[in-house]
Nanobody, 116 residues
Framework: QVQLAESGGGLVQPGGSLRLSCAAS????????MGWYRQAPGKQRELVAV???????NYADSVKGRFTISRDNAKNTVYLQMSSLRPGETAVYYC??????????WGQGTQVTVSA
């Protein structure tokens, strides 16, 4: 089992920046991929970015060049640095993890609101 705890959400103006954090606990030695999804009101949950244990990453086309995913293995934490945020990116952002044996696991989500 893996537990995920997100933090860092909040209100930001259009064009602003925000950094989300996700701390993993439990069977963390078997985690091989972690990532972020988001779900806006009335829409399906969508992939934002993922990072594998080897460090390779994938991003949604809409966030390439603006968002950066990274991980600190010593802290068992994954980060999502978001810049040039747009109002349409208002959503609940969820952390996810997959292990070699199970998953995906999900955090409770953190609200990001982009508004003037």
């Amino acid at each position: 089992q893996v537990q995920l705890a997100e933090s860092g959400g909040g209100l930001v103006q259009p064009g602003g920046s925000l950094r989300l954090s996700c701390a993993a606990s439990g069977s963390i030695d078997s985690i091989y991929i972690m990532g972020w999804y988001r779900q806006a009101p009335g829409k399906q949950r969508e992939l934002v970015a993922v990072i594998r244990s080897g460090g390779s990453t994938n991003y949604a086309d809409s966030v390439k060049g603006r968002f950066t995913i990274s991980r600190d293995n010593a802290k068992n934490t994954v980060y999502l640095q978001m810049s040039s945020l747009r109002p349409g990116e208002t959503a609940v952002y969820y952390c996810t993890a997959v292990t070699s044996r199970s998953g995906p696991y999900w955090g409770q989500g953190t609200q990001v609101t982009v508004s003037a």
